[in-house]
């Protein structure tokens, strides 16, 4: 264990709490390295709220970029910061791939954009990007390159980017960020205003009845695999077992995200627990 690790393992707890709950499964050898890309992903995540103009965010971004850079070229990579010196061990320990962190960052574009995806297919491609790429790279941490199991993780980093971006709808609308798709809220003849003001509440339902719809999708697409998965994939896969249990919680309470049982429902622990113990995500 190196002197960081602690610090990231706290960092990780604090700011991505579910992902820390799977990531704990991770065998010993691989657990900094999950650990390192989930602190990683979870300074991008947050560039958006962390600044008052988009400029800066747009800033804060080339500067990881220029770290990617410097790993990967031997540049000069930037000292004293211990997410940037995990981030950097891991990459040289399990010989991660450039593409996924590049492709990661140019998504990230969209969240000092202020720009809703035009539709379902451009939220997807944004899920994707995020949240698809850091599971592949995890997967790699966990010395898994089959297709199939790939294949899963893709399909399960997009359902878990959607199923995160409708638990933070009324986050990310008091931050004046808005990424139900544009289709979707002019065919309920809705706007943002709906939801920052949370009137509507039945439109708005069916908006995100349709995202949950496509993220339960992505699950079961992922699950179709699951015999021909590589078990060594599992502690990257796990998220599926939280979505899942976050999208019935949903549905259960009609797809209202005004409901007050939204923002209260806390992850499923121990349904994790059970699954990475018999081994299914």
């Known amino acids: ?10 960092l990780v707890k604090r700011e991505d709490h579910d992902r820390f709950l799977t990531a704990v499964f991770a065998p010993e050898r691989a657990r900094e390295g999950v650990m390192a890309l989930y602190a990683f992903n979870a300074e991008v995540a947050k560039v958006r709220e962390s600044v008052s103009e988009n400029l800066i965010g747009q800033m804060k971004l080339q500067w990881w970029r220029d770290v ?22 891991t990459i040289a320990a399990h010989h991660l791939s450039r593409a996924l962190f590049d492709t990661l960052l140019d998504a990230r574009t969209r969240d000092v954009a202020d720009d809703s995806p035009q539709d379902v297919t451009e939220l997807e491609g944004y899920a994707e990007g995020t949240s698809a790429s850091l599971t592949l790279l995890v997967l790699e941490v966990l010395e898994v390159r089959g297709e199939v199991s790939k294949t899963a993780g893709r399909h399960v980093g997009i359902a878990w980017a959607l199923t995160g971006l409708l638990r933070a709808v009324l986050f990310h ?3 004046n960020r808005f990424l139900m798709p544009q289709d979707l809220m002019a065919a309920e003849n809705l706007t943002s205003h709906d939801l920052q003001e ?4 039945d439109k708005i339902a069916v ?29 990257a896969l796990l998220p599926a077992t939280l979505a899942d249990q976050y999208l019935k919680g949903l549905e259960r309470r ?5 409901d007050p049982r939204h923002v209260l429902q806390r ?3 121990l349904r994790l627990a059970w699954n990475a113990w018999r081994g299914v995500y």
Not at 1 to 10: L, R, S
Not at 198 to 201: G, I, L, M, P, V
């Open 1 to 10: 264990m190196t002197a960081d690790a602690p610090y990231i393992a706290a």
């Open 68 to 89: 990617i850079a410097a790993v990967y070229e031997g540049g000069k990579v930037p000292q004293g910061n211990p997410v940037v010196q995990a981030l950097a061990g």
């Open 267 to 269: 992850p499923a622990a």
């Open 254 to 258: 009609r797809f209202d995200v005004f």
């Open 173 to 175: 609308a008091r931050a």
């Open 207 to 235: 908006v995100v009845e349709q995202i949950a719809r496509t993220a339960r999708v992505h699950l079961d697409q992922a699950r179709a695999h699951t015999k021909h998965v590589d078990r060594k994939a599992l502690p």
């Open 198 to 201: 949370r009137r509507n509440a």
